[in-house]
Structure formats: structure tokens, C-alpha cells
């Protein structure tokens, strides 16, 4: 049976696809499900953490599939490790239309970051207009859902952003904080679902929970798309897009990750 196939992909880099995909395939393995972590980002970040990964964690598989330029696409067809249930995908830092094709060919579902920065809602808003008119979503509609990242939720830069959010014809399936604790998880090739009893990860735990939720509903039920976006839907998106000019974000004030043993034990 084909490995289902969940594309983290924006067309702005720096929006933390890798934080995203490298906690998604942990979640994933955690759950005991066989899991790649397929990096196709030229600047190999998944791969650097993919090999900090201790060997006493839950399993992600390692795949490299980069592009050789920013112009040459490489097929998403290379042969995934035996037993991969669930193929999570870092797109390339930037998505062009010509790429949009083997992305719609090779994807169950497609999970698009967007950050609260004025810069960030036009460009992530653009992006989401071209997947939804794009002839391949018009023909056979995947599930796509937009992430909240790096949010701080009593900033204005936030509330900014779920309004506009909330105009968008996708559904924000998730709110991820902008913390540090990430960061620290992340250089020693860890996820927060790694650390299951450390207090200080409970909300993120929750956010994750209903992403997997999502995405496990949308990816069971492939007979039934969603719902194509109306005329209305579309317009009144562009128009809040045009409008919107979110103020700055609020500086962060996350804890640091304390060092210790990451837990080998499977499951949350």
C-alpha cells in the first residue's frame, strides 16, 4: 500500500516548515506508525536533524529528495524505506507554479505555515489563492490546511492574523507558539512530543493532538474533498489581504528547554 503523503509547502521561506515537518514525523512515530521524513529543501535542515536523532527515540526514516537547482524539480517517485506508512515532506524553501504540478501529482494533503507578519499574510494569502485556482486542485481537490506558527497569542500581530485567517476559504487547523523550546528540542533532533511528561509543552501537546486529528480525518476521507472555495470567499480574502497590515510582533518570552536525557519510551 502507498505511504500517504503530507507536503509541508509555502512559497515565502523562513515560515518554519522543518519545525513543522520534523515535529509531525515525530508525532507519527510516536503514534507506532512507520514514518519518513523526506527533505527536499536545498538548504538541508531536516537532514541535519535527522542526524542529530538519537538512535533510543521513536524511528523516522531519512529520505534526501533535493532538487539539483532552483529551476530542476526532482520526481517524487524515489523508492521510500520498506514499511513507511506516512511520508512527511519539507517542501523547497520557495514553491513556484512550476512545481505546483508534481506537488499536486505526489501529495495526500498539503500543510502551509504562515507567520504574523504583514510580509508573511500576503505572501502565505497568495500562495493559498494559487493552490485553490490551480487546474490540478480544480480537477481532484486534496485537503489543505493552514497553520498558525511562531505566534505570540496577547500580541496584535496575532488577533491580525486570525482574522484574516478566519476569511480564508481552508481551515487553520493549528496554533503553534513561538517558543524556544522548539529551537532547543530541535538541536538535539528532538520534537516536543519526545519530552511526553514535561509540563511545559502541555499546550503545544494539545495543538499537535488536533493536528494529527485533522489530518487523519482529511487523509481517511479522500472520496470526499472539500468544498471548493466560492467566487465571494476568494474576493473577500483578496480584499483583506490588500488591507491587511498587521503591527509587529511582540518580543518572545518562552522558557529555555533545561538539558537533560530525552526519554526513549514510545507513545504520548
Keep these: 500500500m502507498r505511504p500517504l503523503r503530507i507536503l509541508i509547502v509555502n512559497a515565502k521561506g523562513g515560515c518554519g516548515k522543518t519545525t513543522i515537518a520534523t515535529n509531525l514525523a515525530v508525532a507519527y512515530a510516536r503514534q507506532g506508525l512507520g514514518v519518513a521524513l523526506v527533505d527536499q529543501?536545498?538548504?538541508?535542515?531536516?537532514?541535519?536533524?535527522a542526524h542529530q536523532?538519537?538512535?533510543?527515540?521513536?524511528?523516522?526514516?531519512?529520505?534526501?529528495?533535493?532538487?539539483a537547482t532552483m529551476y530542476?524539480?526532482?520526481?517524487?517517485?524515489?523508492?521510500?524505506?520498506?514499511?513507511?506508512?506516512?511520508?512527511?515532506?519539507?517542501?523547497?524553501?520557495?514553491?513556484?507554479?512550476?512545481?505546483?504540478?508534481?506537488?499536486?501529482?505526489?501529495?495526500?494533503?498539503?500543510?502551509?505555515?504562515?507567520?504574523?507578519s504583514p510580509i508573511d499574510i500576503r505572501a502565505g494569502g497568495k500562495f493559498i489563492d494559487?493552490?485553490?485556482?490551480?487546474?490540478?486542485?480544480?480537477?481532484h481537490p486534496v485537503p489543505i490546511g493552514v497553520l498558525a506558527n511562531r505566534v505570540v497569542k496577547r500580541a496584535v500581530a496575532y488577533d491580525r492574523l486570525t482574522r484574516f485567517l478566519e476569511r480564508l476559504p481552508v481551515p487553520t487547523v493549528a496554533t503553534f507558539a513561538d517558543s524556544q523550546l522548539y529551537l532547543h528540542a530541535a538541536e538535539v533532533g528532538a520534537g516536543i512530543l519526545d519530552f511526553p511528561h514535561d509540563s511545559r509543552f502541555a499546550a503545544e501537546r494539545g495543538e499537535w493532538s488536533a493536528l494529527l486529528?485533522?489530518?487523519?480525518?482529511?487523509?481517511?476521507?479522500?472520496?470526499?474533498?472539500?468544498?471548493?472555495?466560492?467566487?465571494?470567499?476568494?474576493?473577500?480574502?483578496?480584499?483583506?489581504?490588500?488591507?491587511?497590515?498587521?503591527?509587529?510582533?511582540?518580543?518572545?518570552?518562552a522558557p529555555l528547554l533545561a538539558a537533560r536525557e530525552v526519554e526513549p519510551a514510545v507513545g504520548a
Design 41 to 49: 529543501d536545498s538548504q538541508g535542515s531536516a537532514e541535519a536533524w
Design 53 to 67: 536523532r538519537e538512535a533510543s527515540l521513536a524511528k523516522v526514516e531519512f529520505v534526501a529528495q533535493r532538487r
Design 72 to 116: 530542476q524539480t526532482q520526481a517524487w517517485r524515489d523508492r521510500l524505506p520498506h514499511g513507511v506508512e506516512r511520508a512527511v515532506i519539507d517542501a523547497a524553501s520557495v514553491a513556484t507554479e512550476r512545481n505546483l504540478d508534481d506537488y499536486f501529482r505526489e501529495s495526500d494533503a498539503f500543510l502551509v505555515p504562515m507567520l504574523p
Design 130 to 139: 494559487s493552490l485553490l485556482n490551480h487546474r490540478s486542485y480544480r480537477s
Design 213 to 253: 486529528r485533522w489530518l487523519e480525518a482529511a487523509l481517511a476521507d479522500k472520496s470526499a474533498p472539500p468544498a471548493r472555495p466560492s467566487a465571494q470567499a476568494g474576493k473577500a480574502a483578496a480584499a483583506e489581504r490588500a488591507r491587511s497590515t498587521p503591527a509587529p510582533m511582540a518580543p518572545r518570552r
